[in-house]
């Protein structure tokens, strides 16, 4: 095994991709001192070339460390590997079927040990810590390359601190705080954390992670592996998704290194997607520019690609011109509906980023781009499991059924399930305006669900659609399989013993919220009072009063969560509500509503009703 190569015949050297000065790596490891740009790595071909044995390159399976020759690193006793890379490429027969291509195919990177693409920069990037002698790393990230750097500094034994903006995906936090990392949230973006972690890690002496050389120089496995993947041939067509610009940039640095070496000889096009709400890259690129346009606050869905300074913007705008490639932008509901897609036809579940080059394939699809017969590359970056609340924006959540074969029964008869197959692309679309008459709803759930309820059912659910209109919201789509779901699910409450019929909540700013409540019990009629500290509260607490009275059943509510749903047009409040009983029976229940006390009291009834039922039977 090789070992450490001496500083006279240094294989490469690190210099500035914008003003071409050579920088030692004793002065940066990230950007050029002179200018700011970004710093690229130069190698000597000739030496590689006598570094390696092609045989053994040809036979020997792909994976992240098998191309360890051709990164920067003088010190192969330090590497630090969680065997990265050696992802499948699939070809996609559903979706090529759909789209008519012969040769679509789909590099898989959320099969990563962390589950996306960053684990084979940090590969390259925390051996590199190590052998600079890094006391401590630091980063920022939009919370993929945290969890990565964070798993591979915990075992090499370096602290890591991370700056992340406030509302990362809780996947990604819950594996970084995992692998013991410091995380810090920043009331901020992703370039505010940016610049943060530069000052600090100057300031502390920190090894700063990142969109750097190192990390670009270790992505361009990527690139390696498609060309070995496809027996060693060069796709057409590259689609990858764009943050910083670093992978795809390394991506096209791959392919060019094997032209380089005369594995291939030809060079793909490269096609970069990014989302509407940050299009830093694609933008430029549609104006035939090589400089990258700042998004000041980017707004998108795609959180791994929120990046509004992107570090590598002119690096892979270079070669996206030298490739003869173009950018594409997307909206986040077509992310969205190809991570569906995506996930239905090939198997494959990807967190929003992740599903851009699918959303994109499909809009050039669209517009007669590709050949049947050309070869397409789609980048998977990530893993769904990552951000899963994502998907959830789009999917109404499962029905809950008492444990017998009755509830099943009457699963498959209604054909819940139809409600929730509806397709996503509509779910957006505005139904009704004003409130509908009977049959129109009937038609309406016929139509898009091919459900036949009863008039009886039909009823509540105007009932729910009047509530919605006339807090002056449109009733989209997706409203719509909420309330129909909310009102089919319920009918699987025996008894309703509980009614609440009637409601006020007092909110003040100085005193207690006060809450009174009318409602039926088995029939007679009861009301009740109460003051809390908020107006949740305080519904809350009359309610349980209610029942409290009551020779019903011992109801304690464990938990409860409330979150705003913007699947629709406007936001509505979906409560979610735990109640147990003496017997320790459980039910987990939820209703959703444009006002949060109206939700609250459904989720109650519904709640306690169905725990009756339960504690009863
Ligand atoms: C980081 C990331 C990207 C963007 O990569 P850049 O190198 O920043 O362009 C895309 N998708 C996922 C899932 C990511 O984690
Ligand atoms: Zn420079």
């Not at 967190?351 to 994109?360: H, K, N, R, Y």
Request: with cysteine; net charge positive.
């Amino acid at each position: 095994m090789p070992s450490k190569t001496s500083k006279t015949d240094a294989l490469y050297h690190l210099e500035c991709f914008d003003c071409k000065r050579v920088t030692k790596e004793s002065e940066s490891v990230t950007s050029c001192t002179k200018c700011g740009g970004p710093l690229v790595a130069k190698y000597d071909f000739a030496k590689i070339k006598s570094r390696i044995n092609l045989y053994d390159i040809e036979h020997t399976p792909i994976t992240g460390v098998k191309y360890l020759n051709f990164y920067p690193i003088n010190d192969f006793e330090k590497v630090i590997s969680l065997r990265e890379g050696g992802t499948p490429l699939i070809r996609a027969r559903n979706l090529g079927k759909k789209y008519k291509l012969n040769k679509l195919y789909l590099k898989n990177e959320g099969a990563n040990p962390t589950g996306v693409f960053k684990d084979r920069g940090t590969l390259v990037e925390v051996t590199k810590a190590v052998e600079l002698g890094a006391k401590a790393i630091c980063l920022a990230s939009t919370g993929n390359m945290a969890a990565s750097v964070a798993a591979y500094s915990s075992i090499a034994g370096i602290p890591c601190y991370v700056l992340v903006p406030e509302g990362t995906p809780i996947g990604k936090l819950a594996q970084t705080l995992s692998y013991h990392a410091r995380i810090i949230q920043v009331r901020g973006t992703y370039s505010d954390c940016a610049k943060l972690a530069e000052v600090m890690a100057k300031k502390h002496g920190f090894y700063l992670a990142g969109d750097y050389v190192f990390r670009r120089e270790g992505q361009k496995s990527q690139g390696y592996e498609i060309v070995e993947q496809l027996f060693w041939k060069s796709p057409d067509y590259v689609v990858v998704p764009v943050g910083c610009g670093t992978n795809s940039a390394a991506i096209w640095q791959g392919f060019v290194d094997f032209k380089e070496l005369g594995l291939i000889n030809k060079l793909p096009k490269m096609i970069v997607v990014q989302p509407e709400g940050c299009n830093t890259v694609v933008d430029a690129a549609k104006h035939k520019k090589l400089k990258y346009k700042i998004v000041d606050k980017p707004i998108s869905i795609c959180s791994a690609v929120a990046a509004g300074t992107p570090l590598d913007g002119h690096i892979i705008l270079k070669a996206v011109k030298d490739s003869g490639g173009f950018g594409v932008e997307v909206t986040d509901t077509e992310a969205l509906i190809a991570q569906q897609s995506m996930a239905k036809n090939e198997g494959i579940f990807a967190e929003p980023s992740g599903a851009l080059p699918m959303a994109a394939i499909k809009k050039l699809h669209e517009k007669k781009f590709f050949k049947p017969d050309d070869v397409i590359i789609a980048v998977i970056t990530g893993n769904g499991l990552k951000d899963p609340v994502s998907a959830t924006k789009i999917l109404p959540s499962p029905p809950s059924i008492e444990p017998n074969i009755e509830e099943i029964d009457s699963y498959l008869k209604n054909k819940i399930y139809n409600i929730r197959g509806a397709s996503a692309d509509a779910a957006k679309k505005s139904l009704f305006k004003s409130k509908p008459t009977i049959n129109k709803i009937k038609r309406v759930i016929e139509k898009d669900f091919d459900l036949k309820l009863n008039t009886k059912v039909v009823q509540k659910i105007q009932r729910e659609l009047e509530e919605f209109i006339s807090k002056g919201k449109n009733v989209t789509r997706y409203d719509f399989q909420n309330i129909v779901e909310d009102v089919v699910n319920a009918f699987t409450v025996k008894k309703k013993i509980l009614e609440i019929t009637d409601f006020k909540v007092a909110v003040s700013k100085k005193e207690p919220n006060r809450a009174e409540v009318e409602a039926s019990y088995d029939g007679k009629i009861l009301s009740s009072k109460a003051a809390g500290v908020g107006a949740f509260d305080a519904i809350m607490k009359a309610m349980q009063k209610i029942i409290r009275g009551q020779k019903g059943i011992k109801v304690t509510l464990q938990d409860f969560n409330v979150e705003i749903d913007e699947g629709g047009t406007d936001a509505v409040v979906k409560v979610t509500i735990v109640f147990t009983d003496e017997k320790s029976n459980k039910v987990v229940v939820s209703a959703t509503s444009p006002d949060l006390i109206v939700a609250s009291v459904n989720a109650f009834e519904k709640g306690y009703n169905l725990l009756w039922w339960k504690n009863k039977s």
